[in-house]
């Protein structure tokens, strides 16, 4: 496990980080007759951070630009392209932006229909023929749907682009977005020819196109007219100094924008860093973020949050990949924490992905202190010996430790924590460890209180288990990562024998039992069939061959 190493060991030794670019720049440059469109394509109703960002930076540093943004996540399906086609007709954008958030679908929710890891679990691994039929039919809607959406918005942004071309012949498009910065090798059929595409952090490109600079050396490829680099997404982004987004400006060109302030359970996104100094075998996060991890000013995240909370927000989630990624970053934590204690922001509420490993006494106070209502832990496995193999990087003791100190601090709210069965070496054994660790957090918030999420890992290009499957044969070269056939779907939700089968009949056991609670239901049954094992065999994890996947 690497922990914040100035230069990742996957990118090639030639590459150093760019200098720092202050945000508030203003260049000599004017382009008064850019007209930027937004055009977030349609996705779950979360917040859309990464495009009001996007809109705040570019207007930053080119203050006459005309921008507008349109959120499809807030469009009943029917109208997406009326609505579309009417906001073209009368914004006319010279530049058209769009942002692609979700491709994978492997996941133990609902969705597109269905839940897409229920009907694959039901086909797979059910006994019963009506149950596998059920599985089948089930995932036959999901996978219908799935290639809808990738037709649809592939459709929605040429429409957009021959509508555009009515006003302004020239009109380019960039696509970007989660979805776009892990799949970006595989969209290039699904796009129209001079697409950008975009892999990861889009400032410095959309400044280059403004400007009418060469944008080879960004990480992104033209559809038709060149092709991405070997190892695009592992070039390190730009680094980028931030300061508050400017919310009466969004406002102005976001008529949608009180949408997601309606209802008062919806959290409003916040970044408060980039990057991730992490090497977790299954995850992307390090290489769309980058290992560098980049703090924004305490100062103007306060600042952006009271923005917010002047308008009736006092719900945020802070979407850094990690909020406390490593333990340097302690006190950058402790600082902004602080600085919400003294802006007055009394009753807000707040949320974040955490490593629990970090946590100190004074952090926890200050996360109780501030309105921390909700925070979800990846640890993926309660076995150290298993967290070691995926190069997580975790103390598990150190964990419970901090959420004895979370619990003393006085949290008495919900903590997500998320497993994923069957990832690296799984055995009998660490099955075992894992519960009684599950049980042992359990004993420390309460059982109403933790939530086991249980996840199959989506197994996703640019990841070291992706290596990993590629060397053992499990996947071919040249395999098709997107794809929703069966025979790729069941290895690329990663569950392999020899215990894939007893995961799957566990899982359709506690759909049966009790759907709505699923990740207690498997914990339930996994105790009931193996057992619990010793609190301290879990913590301890003696040094012995890390096998096939600490090599890749």
């Given at each position: 496990?690497?922990d ?15 200098e ?12 008064p ?9 349609p996705c779950?109703?979360?917040f859309?951070?990464?495009?009001v960002?996007?809109?705040?930076h ?10 507008r ?13 009326e ?9 006319r ?23 897409p ?15 596998r ?6 995932g ?8 809808r959406?990738?037709?649809r ?22 696509v ?59 070039e ?8 508050a ?21 919806f ?13 977790c ?5 390090t ?7 980049r703090i ?59 490593r ?7 952090l ?9 209502n ?20 975790y ?38 460890q894992t ?9 420390i918030?309460?059982v109403?209180?933790?939530?086991p999420?249980?996840f ?41 024998e ?5 995961f ?13 609670d ?11 069939r193996?057992?619990?094992a010793?609190l ?17």
């Amino acid at each position: 496990m690497l922990d914040g190493h100035s230069t990742p060991p996957s990118l090639p030794q030639t590459v150093t980080p760019p200098e720092r670019i202050p945000q508030e720049r203003i260049p000599q440059e004017r382009i008064p007759q850019e007209r930027i469109l937004y055009v977030r394509l349609p996705c779950n109703p979360i917040f859309p951070v990464g495009v009001v960002y996007l809109a705040d930076h570019i207007h930053k540093q080119f203050p006459t630009v005309e921008q507008r943004i349109f959120d499809l996540g807030t469009v009943p399906p029917l109208d997406y392209t009326e609505a579309l086609e009417t906001c073209i007709d009368q914004f006319r954008p010279t530049l058209t932006v769009f942002s692609w958030r979700d491709i994978q679908i492997y996941a133990p929710v609902g969705g597109r229909g269905g839940n897409p890891l229920q009907n694959a679990f039901q086909f797979f691994y059910g006994r019963n023929p009506l149950v596998r039929l059920q599985g089948a039919l089930g995932g036959l809607k999901v996978t219908t749907a799935y290639y809808r959406e990738l037709w649809r918005n592939g459709s929605l942004i040429e429409r957009s682009l021959r509508r555009a071309r009515r006003y302004n012949p020239q009109v380019r498009a960039v696509v970007g977005g989660g979805a776009v910065s892990v799949f970006y090798e595989q969209l290039a059929d699904k796009l129209p020819q001079g697409t950008i595409v975009s892999v990861g952090e889009g400032e410095t490109l959309l400044e280059k196109l403004l400007r009418g600079q060469d944008i080879t050396t960004e990480r992104c490829y033209v559809v038709g007219e060149t092709t991405p680099r070997d190892r695009l997404i592992h070039e390190w982004p730009t680094p980028l100094e931030k300061s508050a987004c400017n919310y009466p400006y969004i406002e102005q060109i976001w008529p949608e924008f009180s949408y997601y302030f309606q209802a008062q359970d919806f959290y409003i996104g916040v970044q408060t860093k980039r990057g991730c100094p992490h090497n977790c075998c299954y995850c992307v996060y390090t290489v769309v973020e980058g290992k560098q991890v980049r703090i924004n000013p305490a100062d103007e995240v306060v600042a952006e949050m009271q923005q917010l909370y002047d308008r009736g927000v006092r719900n945020f989630w802070f979407t850094d990949a990690q909020f406390i990624p490593a333990r340097r970053f302690i006190p950058d934590a402790i600082e902004l924490l602080q600085k919400i204690v003294a802006s007055g922001l009394k009753d807000i509420h707040w949320a974040a992905y955490i490593r629990a490993d970090n946590l100190t006494p004074e952090l926890c106070r200050l996360m109780v202190q501030t309105g921390m209502n909700y925070f979800e832990i990846g640890i993926t496995s309660g076995s150290q010996e298993l967290v070691r193999k995926m190069r997580m990087g975790y103390n598990l003791r150190v964990v419970l430790e901090n959420c004895r100190d979370l619990k003393a601090a006085g949290f008495d709210a919900v903590v997500s924590v998320n497993y994923s069965f069957n990832v690296i070496d799984e055995t009998v054994d660490t099955i075992r460890q894992t519960i009684a660790y599950h049980r042992e957090l359990e004993s420390i918030f309460g059982v109403d209180k933790v939530e086991p999420a249980i996840f199959f890992i989506g197994l996703q290009p640019h990841t070291h288990l992706e290596e990993y499957a590629l060397e053992k044969a499990i996947l071919k070269p040249g395999y098709n990562p997107m794809s929703m056939m069966p025979w790729t779907a069941r290895k690329l939700l990663w569950n392999p024998e020899p215990l894939g089968s007893f995961f799957g009949e566990v899982c359709l056991e506690a759909w049966q039992r009790n759907g709505n609670d699923f990740g207690r239901e498997v914990m339930a049954i996994l105790e009931q069939r193996l057992g619990r094992a010793p609190l301290e065999e879990a913590l301890s994890a003696p040094m012995k061959d890390q096998r096939q996947l600490a090599q890749v």
